[in-house]
């Protein structure tokens, strides 16, 4: 009986999630959902990479978190719509709390709509919200083991971006590791080291994220 609760949920997440995708899809804007545990640097890397692709892109992003509007208030700086989700306890954006959002926003006016989910390593994993891919943070400070003890984030996302790569001199971390680690999960990922800090990678990073979009707006 559990098993079939669990799986009625995810059921009827994904239903949301693609009648999101549809709309998304119709208006032609690339959604990503970007996940990693908490202080990452999640939203550092929005902070970089709007500033390096504004005027390329038009840009909104969602932020979710559990409490708190701190996140949104960074973004707004860069006078971008912006959505704060407050999921009050829940550890895991939804189907529906993006799908609540959308009178927020004007989606003709949009390219690429950033979701930033809830920090955690497990259940953002297992939501769909109606994006185009997942983008994953893992920060060098966080272990090679992750990959191994989390699959099924790295499984589910496109793309690994290994944060704090500046760091690597001061902690115990094997930065070839983590890539083997994770490509031995997920062999399609796509990975960039970067710093928020520095600006290293960041560069190859919003390239590829400037072509992704363009290519979906052709297409
Ligand atoms: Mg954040
Ligand atoms: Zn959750």
């Not at 909104?60 to 559990?66: A, L, R």
């Not at 959002?101 to 259940?123: A, I």
Request: hydrophobic share 40%; aromatic share 6%.
């Amino acid at each position: 009986m559990k098993i079939s609760v669990v799986k009625d949920i995810l059921e009827a997440n994904d239903r949301i999630a693609r009648q999101n995708r549809e709309l998304f899809d119709e208006k032609g804007v690339t959604v990503f959902n970007l996940m990693s545990s908490p202080g990452a640097g999640k939203t550092s890397l929005l902070e970089k990479t709007i500033e390096a692709v504004q005027g390329k892109i038009r840009l909104g992003v969602i932020e979710g978190d559990i409490q708190s509007s701190q996140d949104a208030e960074r973004i707004a700086r860069f006078g971008i719509p912006v959505v704060q989700i407050n999921t009050g306890g829940a550890c895991h954006l939804d189907g529906n709390m993006i799908r609540d959002t959308f009178e927020e926003f004007d989606f003709d006016e949009l390219d690429l709509l950033v979701v930033e989910n809830v920090g955690n390593l497990v259940c953002p994993a297992e939501f769909q919200v109606g994006e185009d891919f997942k983008a994953m943070i893992l920060s060098v400070t966080e272990g090679e083991d992750k990959p191994a003890k989390y699959p099924l984030m790295f499984h589910e996302s496109r793309v690994l971006l290994i944060n704090k790569i500046d760091l690597v001199p001061y902690v115990d971390c094997d930065v070839e590791k983590i890539r083997e680690e994770a490509l031995k999960v997920n062999p399609h990922l796509t990975i960039f080291d970067i710093s928020c800090k520095t600006g290293e990678g960041l560069d190859a990073w919003c390239e590829w994220l400037v072509e992704t979009v363009r290519k979906r707006k052709s297409a």
